[in-house]
């Protein structure tokens, strides 16, 4: 990272809770079905989010993630296969390193990189992906909502 | 006009008056001066030569290549600057310009010229028209820096602050030789809303920075064109320089040089089988 951003403290108290609504882009190899990925949201976020299947993480485009934020969604959400399992080989590398330069982009325009959340996740390892979700999910209540913030 | 200049021109017509005389290309091309401006003109007669201009400035990759594309068997030598030569290396590796039919009459920036650009590499690699400065760099510390120490919220009102004054006018697209997809993404309504000025923070411009990561050369052009004074290039040169340290990655260096951002399925065997 060329900036260094420090996140908010996570002490600060929300007056009303703030439910983040997110875009969450899946791979289909590792995820098959988008309506068991918006099971692995928390119960409210998922009411308020949206989830699009994709051939493959590298399907993932740079202004899918930038248009969400336009249209006021609080975070982006990526998941793709681990390392060394992407049925096309290296399409998940290929996502990495965009997504990771989306992220120097957002943080270079005052947007919180950590509202773009990318998860490489094993289909045999669901609950560490629910919790990594979580964990993304607390984050971005501790950022707070995109439109009057960052 | 100083004497440095004077002698450039003379250099730079000397050797294309040779390259037309001895029939190697179909012409040149170079800045015409017109009165008080410059036009991109391709000079086929030597009598003409005499309105070729060095000092000016416009990003001529872009006429080579429409030219070249229009004219199928034209061979064209070139008057260019370190970041047309880059320019044009870009465009070769796209595909989109046959270098071997360019002849590139390499042209160094005066120190004047090259902090106006806040250039680090006034120069392409073989200079035949002028003196190269040397290895310089007028890379433009104290607003990269101070964009770099806002913290994030600042940044955030910096340029949707600095964005609203945009007239989506795409001078910044029209401009960039290398931002020439013949399909623009900033032109679908999909993804930029049709007749809203300012366009809608962020979209527009970061769907334009993330585009050209890796094809910016660092030319200037686009914050020059703006007519709202937008300091686009900030922008273009932070994230070139995230690319360099990345990946040590430069566009316009080397036309085999391949992006980061491509991976080759067939190259990238280090990477572990798939599935089988």
């Given at each position: 990272?060329?900036?260094?951003?420090?996140?908010?403290?996570?002490?600060?108290?929300?007056?009303?809770?703030?439910?983040?609504?997110?875009?969450?882009?899946?791979?289909?190899w590792?995820?098959?079905?988008?309506?068991?990925?918006?099971?692995?949201?928390?119960?409210?976020?998922?009411?308020?989010?949206?989830?699009?299947?994709?051939?493959?993480?590298?399907?993932?485009?740079?202004?899918?993630?930038?248009?969400?934020?336009?249209?006021?969604?609080?975070?982006?959400?990526?998941?793709?296969?681990?390392?060394?399992?992407?049925?096309?080989?290296?399409?998940?590398?290929?996502a990495?390193?965009?997504?990771?330069?989306?992220?120097?982009?957002?943080?270079?325009?005052?947007?919180?990189?950590?509202?773009?959340?990318?998860?490489?996740?094993?289909?045999?390892?669901?609950?560490?992906?629910?919790?990594?979700?979580?964990?993304?999910?607390?984050?971005?209540?501790?950022?707070?909502?995109?439109?009057?913030?960052? | 006009?100083?004497?440095?200049?004077?002698?450039?021109?003379?250099?730079?017509?000397?050797?294309?008056?040779?390259?037309?005389?001895?029939?190697k290309?179909?012409?040149?091309?170079?800045?015409?001066?017109?009165?008080?401006?410059?036009v991109?003109?391709?000079?086929?007669?030597?009598?003409?030569?005499?309105?070729?201009?060095?000092?000016?400035?416009?990003?001529?990759?872009?006429?080579?290549?429409?030219?070249?594309?229009?004219?199928?068997?034209?061979?064209?030598?070139?008057?260019?600057?370190?970041?047309?030569?880059r320019?044009?290396?870009?465009?070769?590796?796209?595909?989109?310009?046959?270098?071997?039919r360019?002849?590139?009459?390499?042209?160094?920036?005066?120190?004047?010229?090259?902090?106006?650009?806040?250039?680090?590499r006034p120069?392409p690699?073989?200079?035949?028209?002028?003196?190269?400065?040397?290895?310089?760099?007028?890379?433009?510390?104290?607003?990269?820096?101070?964009?770099?120490?806002?913290?994030?919220?600042?940044?955030?009102?910096?340029?949707t602050?600095?964005?609203?004054?945009?007239?989506?006018?795409?001078?910044?697209?029209?401009?960039?030789p290398?931002?020439?997809?013949?399909?623009?993404?900033?032109?679908?309504?999909?993804?930029?809303?049709?007749?809203?000025?300012?366009?809608?923070?962020?979209?527009?411009?970061?769907?334009?920075?993330?585009?050209?990561?890796?094809?910016?050369?660092?030319?200037?052009?686009?914050?020059?064109?703006?007519?709202?004074?937008?300091?686009?290039?900030?922008?273009?040169?932070?994230?070139k320089?995230?690319?360099?340290?990345?990946?040590?990655?430069?566009?316009?260096?080397?036309?085999?040089?391949?992006?980061?951002?491509?991976?080759?399925?067939?190259?990238?065997?280090?990477?572990?089988?798939?599935?089988?």
């Amino acid at each position: 990272m060329i900036t260094d951003e420090k996140l908010p403290g996570e002490s600060a108290p929300e007056a009303d809770e703030f439910i983040p609504s997110l875009a969450v882009f899946h791979c289909r190899w590792c995820q098959p079905d988008s309506e068991h990925v918006r099971g692995m949201l928390p119960e409210k976020v998922s009411d308020r989010s949206i989830v699009g299947r994709l051939n493959c993480s590298a399907r993932m485009e740079a202004e899918f993630g930038i248009k969400a934020f336009g249209e006021g969604y609080d975070g982006v959400i990526v998941i793709g296969c681990e390392m060394g399992e992407c049925h096309y080989r290296v399409g998940n590398v290929q996502a990495e390193r965009r997504l990771r330069l989306l992220k120097e982009i957002l943080a270079l325009a005052g947007i919180y990189p950590e509202r773009l959340g990318v998860f490489w996740a094993s289909p045999f390892d669901e609950d560490s992906t629910r919790q990594a979700i979580a964990e993304y999910v607390e984050t971005i209540r501790s950022v707070g909502p995109f439109k009057d913030r960052d | 006009m100083d004497e440095e200049q004077v002698s450039k021109e003379e250099q730079a017509r000397k050797i294309s008056r040779e390259l037309i005389a001895g029939g190697k290309v179909d012409g040149v091309l170079a800045l015409l001066e017109i009165r008080d401006h410059v036009v991109p003109h391709l000079f086929t007669e030597e009598k003409e030569l005499e309105g070729l201009s060095v000092s000016g400035r416009y990003p001529v990759a872009g006429v080579a290549e429409r030219l070249l594309h229009r004219w199928e068997d034209g061979k064209i030598a070139v008057l260019a600057r370190g970041c047309d030569e880059r320019h044009l290396i870009e465009l070769g590796k796209k595909k989109s310009v046959d270098l071997d039919r360019i002849r590139i009459i390499g042209l160094a920036c005066t120190i004047a010229e090259a902090k106006e650009c806040h250039c680090v590499r006034p120069y392409p690699t073989e200079v035949e028209v002028g003196r190269s400065v040397g290895n310089v760099n007028y890379r433009d510390h104290e607003a990269l820096s101070e964009l770099i120490n806002m913290d994030i919220h600042e940044r955030r009102e910096f340029w949707t602050k600095i964005l609203d004054r945009c007239i989506k006018c795409y001078g910044c697209r029209n401009v960039c030789p290398l931002c020439n997809c013949e399909d623009c993404r900033l032109e679908e309504t999909r993804w930029i809303r049709v007749g809203e000025i300012p366009p809608e923070y962020p979209s527009f411009h970061l769907i334009r920075a993330f585009h050209m990561a890796d094809k910016c050369v660092g030319c200037f052009a686009c914050q020059k064109a703006c007519p709202m004074g937008i300091p686009l290039a900030r922008l273009h040169q932070l994230i070139k320089e995230d690319l360099k340290s990345e990946y040590g990655f430069e566009a316009g260096r080397d036309v085999d040089e391949v992006s980061p951002l491509l991976v080759d399925p067939h190259a990238a065997a280090k990477v572990k089988g798939g599935r089988g």
